[in-house]
Antibody, heavy 117, light 106 residues
Framework: QLQLVQSGAEVEKPGASVKISCKAS????????IHWVRQAPGQGLEWVGM????????TYAQNFQGRVTMTRDTSTSTVSLELSSLRSEDTAVYYC??????????WGQGTLVTVSS | IQLTQSPSSLSASVGDRVTITCRAS??????LAWYQQKPGIAPKLLIY???TLHSGVPSRFSGSGSGTDFTLTISSLLPEDFATYYC?????????FGGGTKVEIK
């Protein structure tokens, strides 16, 4: 069925990098953009950026410019998010979501990234 | 574009009618979606294009508005509706979300 399945929880030290993945199934992978959204503990939703599975340059939120890289692998219908120079404020659940013009649906189950020394 | 949701929280009883508002700092036409989130679970799409009910979402949920002012209404609260609700604008990058409205049991 239509779903996005994300990789498991990660624990990283400050200054390190983390890479998490999001595997799509149940639809044509190249037809919809994939966005990443994060949610710090007890906080709201923050847009990180998006990638077009067909190719082209991803679009990143300014807050993450220079630290974030999004990639896609059409052979496995997977997109990845890499965040570098991690700090404690990056501790959050990271979600991927399929996007249409007016919506995000479905969302992945979320990946908890914990940054701690 | 900033999205201001109000109230940030509310207490209501089963059967109550609940209205949540979302105000955009500039016009976004109808590029607005509403999501429901329960603790530990990813957000779920309720309404898109300001007023279109997503497939499978109960008809007690409705959305309205255009431009800068939007509302989400739950006509008669059920126990499973106690959750946090977020609006999102998809008009302009960076995409943004409202701060959320937590609907609690009175």
């Amino acid at each position: 069925q239509l779903q996005l399945v994300q990789s498991g929880a990660e624990v990283e030290k400050p200054g390190a990098s983390v890479k998490i993945s999001c595997k799509a199934s149940g639809y044509t992978f190249t037809m919809y953009f994939i966005h990443w959204v994060r949610q710090a503990p007890g906080q709201g939703l923050e847009w990180v950026g998006m990638i077009n599975p067909r190719g082209g340059s991803p679009t990143y939120a300014q807050n993450f410019q220079g630290r974030v890289t999004m990639t896609r692998d059409t052979s496995t219908s997977t997109v990845s998010l890499e965040l570098s120079s991690l700090r404690s404020e990056d501790t959050a659940v990271y979600y991927c979501a399929r996007a249409g013009t007016y919506w995000f649906d479905p969302w992945g189950q979320g990946t908890l990234v914990t940054v701690s020394s | 574009i900033q999205l201001t949701q109000s109230p940030s929280s509310l207490s209501a009883s089963v059967g109550d009618r609940v209205t949540i508002t979302c105000r955009a700092s500039q016009g976004i036409s109808n590029y607005l979606a509403w999501y429901q989130q329960k603790p530990g679970i990813a957000p779920k799409l309720l309404i898109y294009a300001a007023s279109t009910l997503h497939s499978g979402v109960p008809s007690r949920f409705s959305g309205s508005g255009s431009g800068t002012d939007f509302t989400l209404t739950i006509s008669s609260l059920l126990p499973e509706d106690f959750a946090t609700y977020y609006c999102q604008q998809l008009d302009t990058f960076p995409l943004t979300f409202g701060g959320g409205t937590k609907v609690e049991i009175k």
